[in-house]
């Protein structure tokens, strides 16, 4: 069984084009680990310190996000989504951190690796070369597949999982708000930019590549976490 | 008499350095008018349109800003900046504007005139091409001449000027400290990038170029306000 | 009577979409002045210099092209438009320039008149802040209008105008085909992105828009160049 | 024995601050494969395919370079690189593809590997976040590396390796001026924003930093390379 979140109509259409690389992402071998708390905590941990530098270079893609803006509306949203990121979901990464001994500052400066750092380029590339609707084609796997993580594990995690924080995170009711409001925002930007129904017109088809791209990018994330150790990974390159 | 307001070492530098431009920018006729209260009214709301619409380019210059920060502390005062400028500065516009029978749409959506246009895409250029540094050397006049502007006027302004309450918005304890604070950053910004002297760097001519540029584009967009008038201005392109 | 060229579709809806504007700009009293050869001899040469300035920053949006293609035969043909400006208009430039006892060195370090610095600055963040369409709808009014400008001077213009040299490179067979590839370019990159009647979608009003603001721009650059005197333009800022 | 090439003082400080990671890159058992001919075949057309790809973002960054340069002289070399690129490098790999009937469309839209796309947005990134120098600090890896690479073929390589056609490229005269134009450009460019000895100043270790780091992205280019196998690396995403 499967929880599918209702993050709007273009969350469903993105998600069903991603079709296998979507169900790769959101039921990784991470994802089941975190779950029944087999993820061993050097993964976790890892997971954890390379997810804080992803934080800083996805803040800044979203903060791209507010210098393609067209409308009001969407400045906002990346404004506030910019803001949601550092002061939250980046407090959560320093608190459990530091409880490992690992300060900020060494967060900051961590070796990114490859896979990390592979995705965050990719997302403000699509910035760059692309418009607002092709930065959100890449951004928004991350947004929308978490929450879906989130609410799915909330529904199937055992009782002592030891990442029972984690997953309150995302399967609160402030990240599903966010991703509600991000879907029906998208939703709003396709139709402003394409149309009613932007999945018939010639566009559609390199906004899905670029949303499923960013898909394989996040279970390749997953999958660096679970390949990953503590060890030598904070110091400087 | 004028007040010279302390916001750190690069704002001392480069305010000397822009020389009469400076002057030109902080004591335009424009500014004389909200003091002692001779400003016509219809330059004032044309003013406040045009300022809403650069609100919104200069929210987009601090938000890249948080695209080329390069230490933590860049990125929050890059997000907090974008924040109060979304969250205060433009609320205000939209206030007084409300009270002339304007909405926030029909703001958003003013004709932008020359010297608003030139002003904001010249900042953003100068992020597009430059680094952190450039950018911050064209977005800071308008921060700091602001602050000097309403700490002057604060002292020297007729009891009844009908600006009264533009002025205590600049000339108040938060948008000082907004000043003092995005002072102390561009020291530190600067030394990190340059050294503890970057005047006596080769670099130096071109941030005080930007910087120097960017104050005259102010000073135009004072020309502009005090040329302007309402009507008309309200039609979209 | 005018000459209408055929650059293909595009062209065609957004010259009519301008309207108004697209008349000041192609028949300005500058293009006038250089048909009749009425011209002063300061006002085109204050023009060049600040031509020469401008095909700086036009050939850098013509490079963001090539960065923002989404196929190779976009990137192609931004790639040879860099390459025609640097190695032929604006040698052009330096060669009359010379002449009067200007240098290169002089030209690329002259101050930026606002309406040139409004004009590029403007386009760039068209590129910065929406894709190829938007970008290319900055970027072509000054390359047809040119083209159209050199047509209808090459038929009406005296014998003996001074300005003749400049009228043949714009009305030349290879400036025309460049405006007539560049023309075909924009029906297949509309098609290949929106559908073959790019006027029917609701992003076709954004377009047109930028493609009217940059035409009124290159009116306010003839308008400049009219005001020009050569005395006091070459000193740095 | 290896042939270190002179490429100008700051190729030679950035070589020697890379260390290790440098070797890997120039000395990788698929650098090793070309050179003794024991590279498979199928390695060498996945890589050549690979790429391809490769060249296209790689000439968008040389691209941005335009955008981001200061001088005319900078503007020149980096169009020019745009233009090598596309007009003789690309050429070699269609040509090379073709005879094993692979056609420039299935070229261009080859599906990306992860190493190849983590490399090249990262040198974009580097673009976007910062300035001119960041940039080339980036770009200029691939350059110099492949001039070392090609100068140590010519003399090490077996007679009858099949990629000789390939070494040649990178040996040859051509290849090599553009990597003395590139390293002598360099040198100008840092003495101009920075100072003559630049590796004294704080920036330097972060330009340090990112040649590294491309250069390291280069290594992993190669292995994917090794690991190439042409069958099912055509279809579109």
């Not at 993964?43 to 393609?68: E, N, T």
């Not at 300060?103 to 990390?116: G, K």
């Not at 998208?186 to 009613?196: E, P, Y």
Request: aromatic residues 10%.
């Amino acid at each position: 069984m499967n929880l599918v979140p209702d993050y709007g109509r273009s969350f469903g259409l993105w998600r069903a084009g991603a079709g296998d690389t979507w169900r790769d992402y959101t039921r990784h071998a991470f994802v089941k680990g975190l779950g029944d708390g087999t993820l061993p905590r050097s993964s976790f941990i890892h997971y954890l310190i390379q997810d804080y530098v992803y934080l800083v270079h996805y803040g800044r893609a979203w903060a791209l996000g507010v210098v393609k803006a067209e409308t009001m509306a969407e400045m906002k949203i990346c404004a506030a989504t910019v803001d949601s990121l550092m002061s939250q979901e980046m407090s959560l990464h320093v608190a459990v951190c530091a409880a490992e001994g690992i300060s900020e500052d060494e967060l900051f400066s961590a070796v990114e690796d490859d896979e990390n750092l592979a995705y965050t380029r990719y997302v403000l590339d699509a910035g760059l070369s692309g418009d607002y609707l092709d930065l959100m084609a890449a951004l928004l796997p991350c947004a929308f597949g978490y929450g879906e993580i989130g609410l799915n594990l909330a529904e199937t995690a055992v009782a002592d999982t030891p990442y029972r924080e984690w997953i309150e995170v995302y399967a609160g009711a402030d990240y599903q708000d966010i991703c509600r409001n991000l879907g029906g925002m998208i939703d709003v930007s396709l139709a402003q930019r394409i149309g009613d129904e932007p999945e018939k017109s010639v566009r559609w088809g390199r906004l899905q590549k670029r949303y499923s791209r960013a898909s394989a990018l996040e279970a390749n994330f997953w999958s660096m976490g679970l390949r990953g150790e503590l060890r030598g990974k904070l110091r400087s390159l």
